[in-house]
Structures are given as structure tokens and as C-alpha cells.
């Protein structure tokens, strides 16, 4: 309620306080004058000095303290809208500059191979298959059966070497900064939240939304799953992809709330 009537204030700008003082002048004179002249049935004009200056005396004393709060109230609202404005501003410079930061983090990933090496997203492609191989080769459960604990494990297994937490690292906790900055400010509604989350989501490729779905089945990714489930960022998640680790969809799908893979 508060913030629509600021938006609606700092929409229409100075022109709106002038005429609301404006009409709040003549609604409080003109209630102050016929209160007087219903009171003390003072119809017609006086040619009592005395009478006027009594007149005078109770309209000032009507009027003077109510256009002091209007101007207090016109003054309070006029400093919470620029106030909450600028830190609006200062919240939006924050935020495109840890997304560029995240541009800058993506593209700095690299694998590199004996004849080659491959940069930036193509290199999430290339974990998957290194997550397969866990899953594959590495990792087995009690039962030998495919499990998502299993899948969990073979998660784990990757991100807890020390390559690929050179390599990740800092991506995902930048990416977990960003989603903390939009997540904790107080100067956005939840529909603004929303939509500065999808800005950030519409950032992401398709194999980074692929990955980050492991990164928060694994350990140190567990702080970021309220962040994936509030925001919807499994979005467009590629159900194949997962199928194709020999774990039942249904089963993994279900690591996360329902609204992660929703398109809000």
C-alpha cells in the first residue's frame, strides 16, 4: 500500500503535492468558516472590528496546526520516495555489476586437455560427463543399484576435487551473492524480486541451469536450494539430460520443490 502510493507520488512529481496543499487550504478554510457561522449563527458581515478579529483568530487557530501536518506528511512522503528511489538506484548498480562480474567468472572456466582446451559454458558440458563417469565408474551404493544416492555421491565426489573448485568456486558463490543481493533487499516488493531473478536466470544457458541443479544436490551447494526453489531457477531444466544418468526422473525431480522448475 505504502509503496503504490509512493510510486504514484514520485510518478506525478511536485505539480500533485502543490495542488493537494492547494485543495487542502480551501477544503480546512471553507469547513472552518461554516463551522463558525453554524456555531455562533454569525450570518451576514459584521461591522465589528472586534467580531472580525475574533474571526481571524479561529480560523488561524483551525487552520494553522492542519496545514502544518499536511506539509509535515507532504515533506515525510516526499523524502521516503527519494530515499527509497535512490536506494533502488544503488541496489540495480550492485546487481548489474555482480552479473557482470558472473559474465566474467563464466567465460574465465577452463578445461584444458593435452590437444586442446574448451572455455566457458561448452565447459559444463564437459563436468556432466565427468559426473557421468563417477556415477559410471566411481561410486556405487550398498545395494549396487542405480540411486539418487548414488547420484548424490558421484556429485559430491566432483565438486570436492580441488580442479573443479578452482574452476567453479567462485562462480557459484557470485551467482549465490547475486540471488542473496535480490533475495535481502528491502527496497523491492516480491513481484520486483521476481523480476530481477528472471533477469538473472535469462543469463544462464541451458547447461549452467543443467549444472546448477547438481551443484545444489551437492554439499556445498545446499545454502543455494531455498534460492533455486524461490525463484524458479530450474526453469527449462533438460528432464533428458537427467534421465540419461540411469536415475529415475521422478526420484530426482523430486530433490526440489515443485514451484524450482515453475515458470513465475
Same mark, same amino acid.
Given at each position: 500500500?505504502?509503496?503504490?502510493?509512493?510510486?504514484?507520488?514520485?510518478?506525478?512529481?511536485? #505539480?500533485?503535492?502543490?495542488?493537494?496543499? @492547494?485543495?487542502?487550504?480551501?477544503?480546512?478554510?471553507?469547513?472552518?468558516?461554516?463551522?463558525?457561522?453554524?456555531?455562533?449563527?454569525?450570518?451576514?458581515?459584521?461591522? #465589528?472590528?472586534?467580531?472580525?478579529?475574533?474571526?481571524?483568530?479561529?480560523?488561524?487557530?483551525?487552520?494553522?496546526?492542519?496545514?502544518?501536518?499536511?506539509?509535515?506528511?507532504?515533506? &515525510?512522503?516526499?523524502?521516503?520516495?527519494? #530515499?527509497?528511489?535512490?536506494?533502488?538506484?544503488?541496489?540495480?548498480?550492485?546487481?548489474?555489476?555482480? @552479473?557482470?562480474?558472473?559474465?566474467?567468472?563464466?567465460?574465465? @572456466?577452463?578445461?584444458?586437455?593435452?590437444?586442446?582446451?574448451?572455455?566457458?559454458?561448452?565447459?559444463?558440458?564437459?563436468?556432466?560427463?565427468?559426473?557421468?563417469?563417477?556415477?559410471?565408474?566411481?561410486?556405487?551404493?550398498?545395494?549396487?543399484?542405480?540411486?539418487?544416492?548414488?547420484?548424490?555421491?558421484?556429485?559430491?565426489?566432483?565438486?570436492?576435487?580441488?580442479?573443479?573448485?578452482?574452476?567453479?568456486?567462485?562462480?557459484?558463490?557470485?551467482?549465490?551473492?547475486?540471488?542473496?543481493?535480490?533475495?535481502? #533487499?528491502?527496497?523491492?516488493?516480491?513481484?520486483?524480486?521476481?523480476?530481477?531473478?528472471?533477469?538473472?536466470? /535469462?543469463?544462464?544457458?541451458? /547447461?549452467?541451469?543443467?549444472?546448477?541443479?547438481?551443484? &545444489?544436490?551437492?554439499?556445498?551447494?545446499?545454502?543455494?536450494?531455498?534460492?533455486?526453489?524461490?525463484?524458479?531457477?530450474?526453469? *527449462?531444466?533438460?528432464?533428458?539430460?537427467?534421465?540419461?544418468?540411469?536415475?529415475?526422473?521422478?526420484?530426482?525431480?523430486?530433490?526440489?520443490? *515443485?514451484?524450482?522448475?515453475?515458470?513465475?
Amino acid at each position: 500500500m505504502i509503496d503504490s502510493v509512493c510510486r504514484w507520488f514520485r510518478s506525478k512529481s511536485l #505539480s500533485v503535492l502543490i495542488f493537494l496543499t @492547494i485543495s487542502l487550504t480551501f477544503v480546512c478554510a471553507g469547513f472552518a468558516v461554516w463551522k463558525y457561522w453554524y456555531q455562533f449563527h454569525a450570518f451576514g458581515l459584521s461591522d #465589528s472590528t472586534e467580531k472580525w478579529g475574533q474571526f481571524g483568530d479561529f480560523i488561524g487557530g483551525v487552520l494553522n496546526p492542519l496545514l502544518g501536518l499536511a506539509s509535515i506528511i507532504i515533506v &515525510c512522503v516526499t523524502l521516503y520516495t527519494t #530515499s527509497k528511489f535512490g536506494a533502488k538506484q544503488s541496489f540495480e548498480t550492485l546487481l548489474f555489476e555482480l @552479473i557482470k562480474i558472473h559474465r566474467e567468472n563464466l567465460f574465465s @572456466i577452463e578445461i584444458v586437455y593435452p590437444e586442446n582446451s574448451v572455455k566457458g559454458r561448452q565447459c559444463f558440458d564437459d563436468f556432466l560427463d565427468e559426473i557421468r563417469w563417477n556415477y559410471d565408474h566411481e561410486v556405487y551404493d550398498d545395494t549396487g543399484n542405480n540411486s539418487a544416492n548414488r547420484l548424490t555421491d558421484s556429485v559430491n565426489k566432483f565438486f570436492d576435487d580441488f580442479n573443479n573448485q578452482n574452476e567453479l568456486g567462485h562462480y557459484y558463490r557470485n551467482l549465490y551473492l547475486i540471488f542473496k543481493h535480490i533475495d535481502e #533487499s528491502f527496497v523491492l516488493s516480491k513481484v520486483e524480486k521476481t523480476k530481477y531473478a528472471k533477469i538473472v536466470r /535469462a543469463q544462464m544457458s541451458s /547447461a549452467e541451469t543443467n549444472f546448477l541443479f547438481f551443484n &545444489c544436490m551437492s554439499k556445498r551447494g545446499t545454502a543455494f536450494k531455498r534460492f533455486i526453489e524461490e525463484y524458479s531457477l530450474l526453469q *527449462g531444466l533438460n528432464s533428458e539430460l537427467l534421465g540419461n544418468l540411469g536415475v529415475d526422473n521422478t526420484v530426482l525431480f523430486s530433490l526440489f520443490d *515443485g514451484k524450482a522448475y515453475e515458470d513465475h
